[in-house]
Structures are given as structure tokens and as C-alpha cells.
């Protein structure tokens, strides 16, 4: 067989351009197969990136619309308890309040229009939030509702441009009343697009929104952790239940969760990957019969060479190796020049994109090895005429 494969680089070498032709298809296929999958997992890994530091643990709750009783379920400490109690798997789970204001800084004479977020204290670890500098609301503040503020990147940049924030005080401006904070924190920035993005956000205690700013203690978010990132799907279909139960609204609550969008973006991802994979496949498979009448033309002008083997004795079996050797010889190096070449794409691609360049080296492999596949089975048909060719016809006919 190493004898044969020697053989077979030999022809390639002699007929470069015809080697090169019948290589096209299989080039193309393979390439397309390995460009399709390699960038749509490095897509999939920056939307899982994206998400940021908040995992695929959490879920977030708003009300829905409660067409039966024409009001919104009320997400009070009553309904916090029954969420605790009826479901199962819940590791934190904390109410939060988001409004709109403008903050103030009359040193400057800055003002900003942006969205705050009144919040327990559990918030920031659960969406994996950190601190630029300065530090997070204290128990005390917390319990006091203290007028206290932590802003994001943005909101810093806008208002206090000349440096840090900590210590300094801004002015909340709302409904023509204004408080003033302190600003204890600025959180570092976050590329996370998943519940939100807090570069624009500031955040105070919730007790201090409840207090001083919407007597109203019901919350208009809740967010939730399980346990683990598995059992996610499950405490999302038993918050939509429990819902359902006490309103008889299946859209009593509005639930959604990273994960949820992340299945449904894997599943779109699959679907194409697989219909282009087709379409790439079929290249492949043209390529195949391209190289199966190339070996036929092959054939038809080495009967000579054939003819020869066979008077020395070489059997049907040995010739019909030969040139299943020299057809699967042909697709393998098709199959390595269509993967650097879908590689390399796909690092251009991605790079044009600014995602992290995955390989992923299954698909590689599973596509070397389905080049070997065609290469045999196109290469099937000519080897078995070769073998059957009668020595003296072939001799006599050249």
C-alpha cells in the first residue's frame, strides 16, 4: 500500500493541472463544512461571553397584564414568601425597582438623564457586578435607607470627568422634588448585554426608594438564582405556573432567562449550521463524481501500465488497490488544503468580527476522514474496471 501511495503522489505530480481541477470540489466542500461550524461556534461563544459575569443561573420576573381582575400581579413580601415555599431549587432571590431620574452634579453644573435601579443587597453578586473603586452599601445603609448611590462607567464619565467620584455628592432630580446622595462606588465596566447593561445605571438601597422616593413597597423585578445552571428551565416554568394559579393569566408573569435565549439561539445556530453543512456537503459530493471521472480517464490512459502489471503477475486485487489508493490519496489532500483554507477564512471572518477564533478539531477530523470516505467510494468504480481489464486487450489495444 506505502508502494501505491508513492505511486499515486507521482501521477499528481505528473498531471498537476488535471489534479489540481478534480481537487476543486472537494476543496470547496470541506472548506465550507469547517467555516460553517468554526464560525458559528465562535459566534456562540461571544454571545455566551457577552452575557458577562451574570450567569446562566439567574432568571428575571416582571409583571405580566391580569386580564381577568385588570391588574398587574403585585410582587409583595407575601408573594416573595410563596416563591420560596412553592418552588424548589432557589439559592437567592432578591426585588428590585427601576425608575427614571436625572442625576445632578451642581459643582459642575452636569446633569444626566439615566435609569436607576433601587436594590437588595444580594443584587450585585448574583449579576456577578464588581467595584472600579470605593465599595458596596453597608448593612446599615441598607437597613436605614441611607441616601447613598453607586454609579456605573458612563454615568461617571458624564458627571465627574475630572476624576473620582467617591465621597463627592449628586442631586436625584425627579417628579420637581431632588435628594442628595452620596456616591460610596463606581463598578467596573461590564460588557454584559444580558438582563442589563449597568454602565448607564445607578443604583441605590432599595429601603431608601421605598422610604424616600415610592412609598409603594411592591417591586416591579425579581431576580432569581438556582442552585445550579441546570435546573434553571425548570424554576422558569414553575414561576410562569404559580402565576397562572393565582390569576388564572398565562400572562400574569413576563419570565425569561439567559439560558432560555441562549437554547433558542443554539437551536437557530444548529439549524443553519446544518443547512449550510448540506449545501456544503453537496459540494463535497460533486467533487466526489468529478474525481470519479477523472479516475476513468486515468484508466482508459494507463491500460498500457495495467496491461503491464498484469503480464508480471500483479493480481485484480492489487491493481484495484492501486488506484483506490490513488483516489483516496487525492480527496485526503483535498481535505487537508479545504481545512487550512477554512481555517484561515474563518480567522479572517472572525477577526473581522472581533470574536474569539475557535477550532474545533471534531469537525476537522470528521471531515479528513468523510474526504477518505469519497475518495473510496468515487474511486470504487474505476478501480474495480482497472482490475477487471483482460492484460492482453490492454496490451494489444495500445
Known sequence: MFEDFINALQNFRTNKIRT???LLGVIIGVASVIMVTT???????????????????????????????????????AFRRELLETIPGIRNLVYSNEFGGRLRNDQLDRNLGLSLRAVEPQYFPMMGLKMDYGRFFSVSEQVMGSQKIILGTEAVRYLFPEGRAAGKTVMLQMDGYQLGFEVVGVLEYSESVGFESPNQCAFIP????????????????ILIQGI?????????????????????????????????????????????????????????????IGIMNIMIVTVTERKREIGIRKALGASPGAIRMQFLVESATLTLFG?????????LLSYVVIGFFNWVFVIQWGICTVA??????????????????????????????E
Request: proline fraction near 4%.
Open 20 to 22: 489540481l481541477l478534480s
Open 39 to 77: 464560525i458559528g461556534l465562535s459566534a456562540t461563544e461571544d454571545i455566551k461571553s457577552s452575557f458577562g459575569s451574570a450567569g446562566l443561573d439567574l432568571v428575571q420576573v416582571m409583571p405580566g397584564w391580569d386580564m381577568r381582575r385588570a391588574k398587574e400581579l403585585e410582587f409583595d413580601e
Open 206 to 221: 432599595r429601603t431608601t426608594y421605598t422610604r424616600k422616593i415610592n412609598p409603594d413597597t411592591k417591586a416591579g423585578n
Open 228 to 288: 445550579d445552571q441546570a435546573i434553571t428551565p425548570q424554576i422558569q416554568q414553575q414561576v410562569e405556573a404559580l402565576g397562572f394559579e393565582k390569576t388564572g393569566n398565562p400572562q400574569a408573569v413576563y419570565v425569561f432567562s439567559l439560558q432560555s435565549i441562549l437554547d433558542q439561539y443554539n437551536q437557530i445556530t444548529m439549524s443553519m449550521n446544518l443547512l449550510l453543512s448540506g449545501i456544503a456537503g453537496i459540494s463535497l459530493l460533486v467533487g466526489g
Open 335 to 343: 481535505g487537508v488544503v479545504g481545512i487550512i483554507i477554512g481555517l
Open 368 to 397: 479528513f476522514l468523510f474526504s477518505a470516505v469519497v475518495g473510496i467510494f468515487f474511486g470504487l468504480h474505476p478501480a474495480i474496471r482497472a482490475a477487471k481489464l483482460d492484460p492482453v486487450e490492454a496490451l494489444a489495444g
